[in-house]
Every structure is written in structure tokens, then in C-alpha cells.
């Protein structure tokens, strides 16, 4: 029997192959720069930076009185996730989102490529819920395992080259005896995090589970909708979010970030032809 893993795939794939098939049929790709975005309909996944940045570079939908308009405004489409607004090539002219995931997506159709020119450049932080003790705890693992070189190993096992060399293993013998913590995370951005059957793994996941090994806590994660996260780390019912999440003046109003673990760029993915 096939396993979960290579029926997912094939069905990413299939429908990748699928819609950028449907973009030949279409108007040939017109954005070469970024600022060939104005008056396009551009792709974003609802509530990440890629959409905020790009609703206020190129729309007036957050101008308020006195603010100087954008002369040809482009037109927002907001999906659930990445991959929808990617198969949504030929409806829209444009993708924006982060340098990694653009990549896989790219890999699997010729039709599509990343513009050379970098979108922003952004750092990527845990959340947590204001005042938790735990946004130091993590800090303080954060810095250890940067130190001793767990986390290079986690991103060179995702990235590059030495992909699959490199995975991150809980050490025998670890104590979890401090409880369990809960992690809200989007599961649909790889590398960053991404169904592997059942489970969920990616870069993400691979460091959360090294720092809590390393505090002393048992963790469990949990998916939801990217825009649902920051509520979930609010409300209690997720101890910290974890999903490739850039730290914002607006997102710290509502939550407390940990220092950056890595720095990521948003790009802009189009139709090849």
C-alpha cells in the first residue's frame, strides 16, 4: 500500500501540474519587478506578513484621511493557505510569500519562478501569551542551542544540500517531567512546518521539540488556520505559536515575541512565460 506521505505529494503535484497547465491557456505573465504589482490581482496567505506588506505597498484598503493614495491599486486575493493562492496562478498575477516555501513550490512546476529581486526581508519569532514566563525560558534555550550548534543541524537537515542528514533526535534519556506545552502552528508551509502523514515536521517543530527537551518539557502540536494562531496563544488554549511567524509593531500588541531564531525573505513567485 502506498504510504499517506507519497499520496499527499502526488496529489500536491497533481494539482500543481494541473493548474499551471491551465496558466498556458492564460495572459502571459506581466510582472518582472515589483513594481509591476501596482494594479495586478496579487496572491497572499491570509493574515501573514506577505499580505499585510503588500496591502500597504500596493492597495489604499488600510489609508486613512490624508494619506497619499496608491494611483493604480492593486487587488488583495487572500487564501487559507500558500499552496492555494500558488494554484491560483492564472486567476492572479502575482505571489507573495516566504523565500523557502517558494522554493519547494517552484521545484515541482517549471511554469512558475521566484523574481530575483527580494520582496522584505523579515525575523521569524515564537509567540507567546503577554506576560508568560515562559517567552524568557525559551530565550534562554534559544541562545544554548543556537551555541551549540542544534539548531544549524535543524536547518541544514531542512535546507540545502544536506537535506535528510542531519534530523534532530530527542537525546535518550530527556526529562520531561515540567508538563506538557502545546504549539499552534500552520502546518502548510514547508520547510517551515508540513504534514508528513499523521505528524507534523519541518524546521519548526524540529527546534520547538529541542528546546523543550531542553527545558524539561513534553510538547505537543497542534494545527490551525495562520490568521487563528496569535488568538489561540491569547486565549490559553495554545502555550506558544510557532509557524514562521515575523515580528510586527501590530503583533506585539497582542502577544510577546522571543528573540529571532532565523531571518527569512518574502518573495514574489509568477508565471514563467
Known amino acids: 500500500m502506498k504510504s499517506i506521505k507519497f499520496i499527499v505529494t502526488a496529489l500536491l503535484t497533481a494539482a500543481l501540474l494541473l493548474c499551471c497547465s491551465a496558466c498556458s491557456s492564460v495572459a502571459a505573465n506581466t510582472v518582472f519587478k515589483a513594481d509591476d504589482l501596482y494594479g495586478k490581482k496579487i496572491g497572499v496567505q491570509l493574515g501573514t506578513t506577505g499580505d499585510t506588506f503588500a496591502t500597504d505597498s500596493y492597495t489604499n484598503e488600510n489609508k486613512e484621511e490624508g494619506d497619499e493614495k496608491v494611483k493604480d491599486p492593486a487587488t488583495m486575493v487572500r487564501y487559507k493557505t500558500g499552496n492555494e493562492a500558488v494554484m491560483a496562478q492564472g486567476k492572479i498575477d502575482a505571489v507573495i510569500i516566504d523565500s523557502e516555501p517558494a522554493k519547494a513550490f517552484v521545484e515541482l512546476n517549471s511554469d512558475l519562478k521566484i523574481l530575483d529581486d527580494p520582496f522584505v526581508q523579515e525575523e521569524y519569532a515564537i509567540c507567546f501569551k503577554k ?143
Open 131 to 273: 506576560g508568560s514566563e515562559l517567552t524568557a525560558e525559551f530565550n534562554k534555550a534559544l541562545a544554548a542551542l543556537k551555541a551549540n550548534g542544534t539548531f544549524d543541524k535543524i536547518l541544514k537537515n531542512f535546507i540545502g544540500d544536506d537535506a535528510g542528514k542531519t534530523p534532530y533526535v530527542t537525546p535518550e534519556g530527556t526529562d520531561h517531567s515540567k508538563g506538557k506545552l502545546i504549539m499552534a502552528t500552520n502546518a502548510f508551509f514547508k520547510p517551515y512546518e508540513y504534514y508528513n502523514g499523521q505528524s507534523i515536521e519541518g524546521i519548526d517543530p524540529s527546534m520547538a521539540q529541542a528546546i523543550c527537551d531542553y527545558l524539561g518539557y513534553e510538547l505537543e502540536i497542534q494545527n490551525y488556520d495562520f490568521n487563528a494562531i496569535l488568538g489561540a496563544v491569547q486565549s490559553g488554549k495554545a502555550d506558544f505559536g510557532m509557524a514562521g511567524m515575523t515580528v510586527t509593531e501590530d503583533r506585539k500588541k497582542s502577544v510577546d515575541f522571543s528573540d529571532s531564531y532565523t531571518t527569512a525573505t518574502q518573495v514574489i513567485i509568477v508565471r514563467a512565460k
